[in-house]
């Protein structure tokens, strides 16, 4: 009898509308994150396309190991960068941004297509591509808020 008396209160109560970046409360967003993961999916990829082949047979593993963390690097990068932008897609905005950027959607379905080329390809002009894309979702991201914050890159 308590337990539906106390379940009967709770359904009458109003709930509160809540926004969030991970499906929690805190409705902290911007696209920094993502900026500095394509950043590194491009400075790997550079890193990458710079290795020479070893000078002997005995510098091979130790060529193969830095091969290897390179392009496990540059992946883990490129699927950071992934997410970071698939929570600013699903998560922040909202069909109302559609009409101020009417190609919200094909931006980031492009732009998370570019994350999985970077992941499968060494492409210095796909890394290139995908800071661009990261670039153009940071001026959407930030007009959105009525602000025009300023595109810096760390490297």
Known sequence: MLRSALSAIV??????????HCDGPCGVYDPASARV??????????KLKALEAPASAADHHAALNTFARFVAVKEDEAQKTKNELLILWTDYFK??????????HDTFWKAAKLCSACKVHIDQGKAEELL???????????QSKGRSDAWVTAS
């Open 11 to 20: 359904r009458s109560l109003p709930a509160s509308t809540v926004e969030a």
């Open 132 to 142: 661009a894309a990261v670039e153009k979702i940071h001026g959407m991201f930030w």
């Open 37 to 46: 993961h394509a950043e590194a999916v491009l400075a790997m990829t550079k």
């Open 95 to 104: 069909p109302e941004h559609l009409a101020t950027f009417p190609d919200l």
